[in-house]
């Protein structure tokens, strides 16, 4: 474990919390930061605080209402229905939340002394948003450090691996029942296993899928 102060962007579903996890094991302090740009569920900034709560770690919550005054999408709009068509980006899409998310990030871990961010971006069901790509995280990481004339180093442990792997690190962790039970990754704001019709829940559900029947595979 590095005697090191971390930093997680977090936000209370699976794959933040995942996050959480894996940096309370490499990090000898962990601090954590949730955004709050007006979600459709305000049940997803409870569940951030009752996880924070639950782990013990420092939970900053941010306003970042502004995105939803500059680019009003399904994430935030109650009457817009998540839609993704073929080729297009989903209507869950916000340009630059990423961008603006690792930004403040940046600021709040250089004010609390924190060298390291943790995000759970990931490229490999990748619905299009350009900011969750590795090659955005690694000009991110360079411009943080320029601005502040810093040694930041941006961690990005999902970045390559799909929802069954992601189950198998929460698992590995010791937390996938935690996971499973506790976090909100549904698009209609229901927890845990979530109301199994919405993309975030098919996405989700398909991965544990995978994951419980190649363990007892494994197993067998
Ligand atoms: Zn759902």
Redesign the pocket.
């Known amino acids: 474990m590095k005697q090191e102060k971390a930093l997680v962007v977090f936000s209370g579903g699976q794959d933040s919390t995942t996050c959480l996890f894996w940096a309370k094991k490499e990090f000898s302090e962990v601090e954590a930061v949730t955004f709050n740009y007006g979600q459709r569920h305000a049940a997803e900034l409870d569940c951030a605080k009752e996880i924070a709560e639950d782990l013990n770690i420092p939970h900053h919550t941010l306003d970042m209402s502004l995105l939803n005054q500059l680019a009003p999408s399904a994430l935030t709009r109650k009457d817009e229905a998540i839609t993704h068509e073929e080729g297009e980006l989903p209507s869950t899409f916000v340009p630059g939340r990423n961008l603006l998310f690792l930004s403040f990030a940046g600021v709040l871990a250089k004010q609390i002394g924190a060298r390291h961010i943790i995000t759970g971006v990931c490229e490999t069901d990748f619905s299009g948003y350009p900011d969750c790509r590795d090659i955005f995280v690694k000009s991110m990481n360079v411009s943080l450090n320029l601005s502040m004339d810093a040694q930041f180093v941006i961690h990005t442990p999902l970045m390559w691996i799909d929802k069954a792997q992601t189950w198998e690190m929460a698992d590995s962790l010791g937390a996938i029942d935690y996971i499973r039970e506790n976090t909100l990754t549904?698009?209609?704001g229901?927890k845990g296993d979530?109301?199994?019709?919405?993309p975030?829940?098919e996405l989700r559900q398909r991965g544990l899928k995978q994951y419980l029947l190649k363990k007892q595979g494994g197993e067998e």
Not at 194 to 198: I, L
Request: hydrophobic letters at 20%.
């Open positions: 549904c698009y209609n229901v979530g109301c199994g019709e919405c975030a829940c």
